[in-house]
């Protein structure tokens, strides 16, 4: 089945940590991005791409990193430089000629 | 900076009792707009997309339309199996796809 795998679905992260968030795809889509989504927020975005090895900054990039080396790949770290990562984070992937985005699980991230 | 809003931020219904959402938007230049539903701890899923004013789509009880200034998703007897929350979105005919979400309206249908 097509769709878009993030894993893992729940994550803990400790003081002065890194952890990296998992998005995958098989839509053979172009364009992926990083949400994240807090209680009675929209979803904001994070990062996005639009083409292997090209990424550029969303609304609230900061604290976050990301690489674009495959098509299907779209991972995310959350940095120690994220002071309030706690949140539910949404990867997407939408096809060319079209804004229709689509949407993985999602990854909640709490703080340990 | 594009802006949508939707109300009301949570609605309750009987099981049958048709209602509607509404989804208000300023957008610079509308390229579509979306309806997703997000059931909790899931990913949205995509319903419905409408590109210009008059349009209508429909799927089950849910129908979307769209104005030149916001949108209604009606739901016409509902179940309860279409408690979830529902998200609006609008993407702007900028050089991306850039798209932006509203809060969403929670649906609760009581049996």
């Known amino acids: 089945d097509g769709g878009i795998t993030q894993s893992p679905k729940y994550l803990f992260r400790k003081e002065g940590q890194n952890v990296t968030l998992s998005c995958e795809q098989n839509?053979?889509?172009?364009?992926m991005y990083w949400y994240r989504q807090d209680p009675g927020q929209g979803l904001r975005l994070i990062y996005y791409?639009?083409?292997?090895?090209?990424?550029q900054k969303g609304d609230i990039a900061e604290g976050y990193s990301v690489s674009r080396e495959k098509k299907e790949s779209f991972p995310l770290t959350v940095t120690s430089a994220q002071k309030n990562p706690t949140a539910f984070y949404l990867c997407?992937?939408?096809?060319?000629?079209?804004?229709?985005?689509?949407f993985g699980a999602g990854t909640r991230l709490s703080v340990l | 900076e594009d802006q949508v809003t939707q109300s009301p931020e949570a609605l309750r219904l009987q099981e049958g009792e048709s209602s509607s959402l509404n989804c208000s938007y300023t957008?610079?230049?509308?390229?579509?707009l979306f309806w997703y539903r997000q059931d909790p701890g899931k990913g949205p899923e995509f319903l419905f997309t409408l590109y210009s004013a008059g349009e209508e789509k429909e799927k089950e009880r849910l129908k979307a339309t769209l104005t030149k200034k916001e949108s209604f998703l009606h739901i016409t007897a509902p179940k309860p199996e279409d408690s979830a929350t529902y998200l609006c979105?609008?993407?702007?005919?900028?050089?991306?796809?850039?798209?932006?979400f509203g809060t969403g309206t929670k649906l609760q249908v009581i049996p």
């Open positions: 839509l053979n889509h172009d364009a």
């Open positions: 997407a992937s939408s096809g060319a000629g079209t804004d229709i985005q689509y």
């Open positions: 979105a609008v993407s702007n005919s900028g050089g991306y796809q850039k798209v932006t």
């Open positions: 791409s639009q083409i292997v090895n090209d990424f």
């Open positions: 957008v610079s230049g509308l390229r579509g």
